[in-house]
């Protein structure tokens, strides 16, 4: 999450000065790094050469049509419109990571 907190702006004014094809990479890392927040989540073992985004659906602690959001990311990493859609999933994370404490507890 604080990984996500320091590069999610630098890679939104990559978007802003229109250098695309530099912000496609950091959105990539992040997009690998979320799915692995996931599985962290979910205490799951994330193997990093598998994709696992179909596992994702069924985790427990997931944001709503995670499978599709994710894939479309993955297509276009290279659009604003995915940072967005990230960036929101990184928020959510956040909710579902504060949900996870309590009802464990």
């Known amino acids: ?4 907190k320091g590069k999610s702006g630098y890679i939104s004014n990559l ?4 250098k695309i094809q530099e912000a496609s990479f950091p959105m990539q890392q992040s997009i690998k790094n979320y ?10 073992k994330w193997d990093e050469e598998l994709d696992g985004v179909d596992k994702l659906e069924n985790f427990t ?15 276009y990493p290279h659009q604003y419109h995915s940072y967005i859609h990230l960036n929101e999933l990184y928020k959510e994370a956040e909710k579902l990571y504060a949900k996870a404490e309590i009802l464990e507890q």
């Open 1 to 4: 999450m604080n990984e996500w």
């Open 15 to 18: 978007f802003h000065e229109r």
């Open 35 to 44: 799915i692995h927040l996931l599985f962290l989540l979910n205490k799951e």
């Open 61 to 75: 602690y997931k944001p709503l049509n995670i499978k599709e959001r994710i894939q479309f990311i993955q297509s």
